[in-house]
């Protein structure tokens, strides 16, 4: 299941490690299916490099800053933080 597509990585996403975040920005229509999963364990990939387990911390609507989305300005917009279990056992 896509929950949100595409996302526009905020700092670089080095892979599943100790402490690692993920921290991205969106548009909020492409990911209103994220609401349903902050807080819980769940399993994410990332393209078809990354696959981990990792909680959705937070999901706070934003003014947009990222090149990527600089032409839509005008649409609301999302920045999401996810903090990555870096092994997929490890997940509580």
């Not at 595409?6 to 609401?35: H, K, M, Q, R, W």
């Not at 032409?71 to 997929?88: I, N, Y």
Request: glycine residues 6%.
């Amino acid at each position: 299941m896509v929950l949100v597509d595409p996302i526009y990585l905020v700092v670089p996403f080095n892979g599943p490690a100790l402490s690692a975040t993920l921290e991205f920005e969106a548009l909020e229509d492409n990911a209103a299916d994220l609401a349903q999963i902050a807080g819980r364990r769940h399993h994410f990939t990332l393209g078809s490099e990354w696959e981990f387990w990792g909680v959705l911390d937070s999901l706070e609507p934003i003014q947009s800053t990222h090149p990527g989305l600089q032409d839509l300005r005008q649409r609301a917009a999302c920045k999401g933080v996810v903090s990555v279990f870096p092994e997929m056992h490890e997940a509580p």
